[in-house]
């Protein structure tokens, strides 16, 4: 089940010695409130990120306090992909914010039945407005898209209070053909595997 919540301490260690306690350094920071230094569960954080998507609104207990967050920024160890710190901002419903909204792409299913595929060129759209409009993805359909089809920024339809920050032309996603193996390099593969057998 898809959770939202977490807790937060407040901490005064070194980043390094907060990690090899099994924690995960962060910063909580909200309009004309202080910037406060925290600490996370780092598996409660992993699993948290897992289940909501940069736009899903967090519910951070912090002391006697339950802050409504966002994740902004997440460094993560290019090596083993461990988090190494958070950045999360508290926000009111009524506040106006800027945050890229991931896009998520209905019906692939039924491109890949008809042998096509689709190139996504821009995984997040960056949107701004009140908060309480914000929806946590994006979603596309493209089960009806042919090849050659391509989806374009002016094509998508965002919540009315909302703005899209990027330009009307730029592209989204294109349609293009799934590569297929020659029958000539099959027919090749297949003799090479029978004189092995034999």
């Known amino acids: 089940m898809k959770s939202n919540f977490i807790k937060a301490v407040e901490r005064n260690s070194k980043a390094k010695s907060i990690r090899k306690q099994g924690f995960v350094p962060g910063v909580i920071y909200g309009e004309g409130e202080d910037t406060v230094v925290v600490k996370f569960e780092s598996i409660r954080l992993s699993k948290l990120l897992k289940d909501n998507t940069k736009s899903s609104k967090i519910q951070v207990k912090l002391g006697d306090e339950t802050k409504q ?29 800027k945050i890229k909204v991931p896009v998520v792409f209905n019906g692939r299913g039924m491109l890949e039945s008809k042998n ?30 042919d090849f050659g089809d391509k989806i374009f920024v002016k094509d998508i339809q965002v919540p ?10 730029e ?28």
Do not use: F, W, Y
């Open 160 to 169: 009315e209070g909302l703005n899209v920050l990027h330009e009307e032309d």
């Open 171 to 198: 592209l989204v996603a294109v349609i293009s053909a799934l590569k297929q193996i020659p029958q000539s390099e099959v027919e090749t593969e297949e003799e090479t595997v029978s004189e092995e057998i034999n």
């Open 69 to 97: 967050c966002i994740v902004k920024e997440v460094q993560k160890d290019p090596a083993t992909g461990d988090i190494l710190h958070i950045d999360m901002q508290s926000i009111r419903k009524d506040e106006s914010i």
């Open 116 to 145: 096509l595929l689709l190139e996504n060129q821009l995984p997040e759209i960056e949107l701004s407005g009140i908060v309480g409009l914000m929806p946590e993805n994006i979603e596309i359909d493209v089960s009806d898209k």
